[in-house]
């Protein structure tokens, strides 16, 4: 009989997929595991299953960046996707901070009201210095948390960029085009980021920072 293979909705919410037991976990250990997938992409894509309720509040956010920075089963993962979570900057500290957690190559952490502190906290975090892939969407950073960004000394490989629905304006902009940091870069979008001068547009455009460029996206 010819195996079938699982699909992506099968492996997320799978908790025996490594032959190991759930036994001892708490009921937020045992969610967290079951999102999992081949021991290298954890992905969370809202709070519902935790706590069900559409109030997010900034406690659950930093108590399940307090559950993953410690979780032993995240020692191998290189895919982080935590959205519409609530981690905020205290909770992106927690993350940063772990002591357990491997070097992230793909990070998405959309809808989590990081502000600016936690745009300045990604960007200084050596946890994120092999991240290729950075999606920040939706998060209330501005011009203080896009110039974080574009001096990072350890966001040097970032080669994809999701700023979507922010607030960096112009001045985030002529920062992110004048980025030595970000030289990688060969996708960009900006869309929703209040950038309303020509110059800050064409800045972008024809920036002789970001030459490797092949998608920007900016209106």
Not at 22 to 39: A, C, M, S, V, W
Not at 121 to 136: H, M, Q, Y
Not at 172 to 196: E, F, M, P, V, W
Request: glycine residues 8%; proline residues 2%; negative net charge.
């Amino acid at each position: 009989m010819t195996k079938k293979f699982k699909n992506w909705e099968e492996l997320v919410n799978d908790g025996g997929q490594y032959g190991k037991t759930l036994e001892g976990l708490t009921p937020y250990q045992k969610i967290i595991y079951e999102n999992i997938k081949d021991q290298k992409i954890l992905k969370i894509q809202d709070a519902f299953a935790f706590i069900q309720s559409a109030e997010v509040t900034r406690e659950h956010g930093i108590e399940l960046a307090e559950l993953l920075a410690g979780f032993e089963p995240l020692k191998t993962i290189h895919t982080l996707i935590i959205t519409h979570n609530n981690l905020g900057p205290e909770g992106i500290k927690i993350l940063a901070g772990s002591t357990l957690l491997p070097k992230i190559e793909y990070l998405h952490l959309g809808s989590n009201n990081l502000g600016d502190e936690g745009a300045e906290i990604v960007a200084a975090s050596g946890l994120f210095s092999e991240v290729k892939t950075l999606n920040l969407e939706h998060n209330g950073i501005m011009a203080r948390g896009a110039e974080a960004l574009a001096t990072s000394p350890v966001l040097t490989q970032v080669t994809s960029l999701n700023l979507v629905d922010n607030r960096v304006g112009d001045e985030g902009a002529l920062a992110i085009a004048d980025s030595d940091a970000l030289a990688q870069l060969t996708y960009l979008h900006l869309g929703g980021n209040r950038i309303k001068s020509d110059d800050a547009k064409q800045a972008l455009r024809e920036s002789k920072k970001l030459t490797k460029l092949e998608k920007l996206k900016v209106f």
